[in-house]
């Protein structure tokens, strides 16, 4: 299923075509690195591909299969998270390094921004960025997020950084 489109990439559910792709992703130190810290052994990414991502996700939100549309090729995974209580949704990608410093992330989260607003109703968009991660923090301010939060996870030495954008500010950026 094609749940979006952009210039230069699809966004669909995880094919079984896509498995490599997505164990060479998550087997990437440097992708992992603000993300758990650590690459995930082939074993933990292939299942974790087939008991998690393989056809999914099905309807709105998840973690989209991001084809880059000029080689076909699948080069991550984009998406909102399901909301909770209130109304709104967490963006999160993951791309493969070769696709880094291309301007992809900005424009998939610029998709699944206008999507939650518009498509979807929604009141808010979060997210959230290991500290360090300054080129996903620049994304994000660049789209008007506010820094909500911090929180540290014990234990790990990871500081996660919690944002927010609100429809309202979305909307006074767009002009509209």
Same mark, same amino acid.
């Given at each position: ?31 992992r690195?603000?993300? %758990?810290?650590? !690459?995930?052994?082939?074993?933990? *990414? ?7 991502? #393989?056809?999914r &996700?099905e @309807?709105?939100? %998840?973690l989209? !299969?991001?084809?880059?549309?000029? *080689? ?7 998406? #909102?998270?399901? &909301?909770? @209580?209130?109304? %709104? ?9 070769p ?11 610029r998709?699944?921004?206008n ?5 979807l ?12 991660n ?43």
């Open positions: 299923m094609i749940f979006l489109e952009t210039e230069r990439l699809l966004f669909r559910s995880h094919e079984s075509g896509d498995e490599a792709d997505f164990v060479s992703m998550h087997t990437d130190a440097e992708v690195r603000y993300v %758990g810290g650590q !690459a995930w052994p082939v074993e933990k *990414a292939q299942s974790r591909f087939r008991e998690q991502y #393989l056809g &996700p @309807e709105t939100y %998840g989209w !299969a991001t084809v880059f549309k000029e *080689a076909g090729k699948y080069i991550g995974c984009c998406g #909102l998270r399901a &909301p909770g @209580e209130e109304l %709104g949704a967490s963006l999160g990608y993951y791309f493969a390094r696709y880094w410093g291309r301007g992809l992330a900005t424009e998939a989260s998709a699944f921004i999507a939650a607003f518009t498509r109703g929604l009141d808010r968009v979060e997210a959230d960025v290991e500290k360090g300054t080129a996903s923090e620049h994304i994000l301010h660049n789209f008007g997020f506010k820094y909500v939060r911090r929180e540290e996870i014990r234990g790990r030495g990871r500081i996660i950084n919690f944002y927010e954008l609100a429809r309202g500010e979305w909307q006074r950026r767009r002009g509209a």
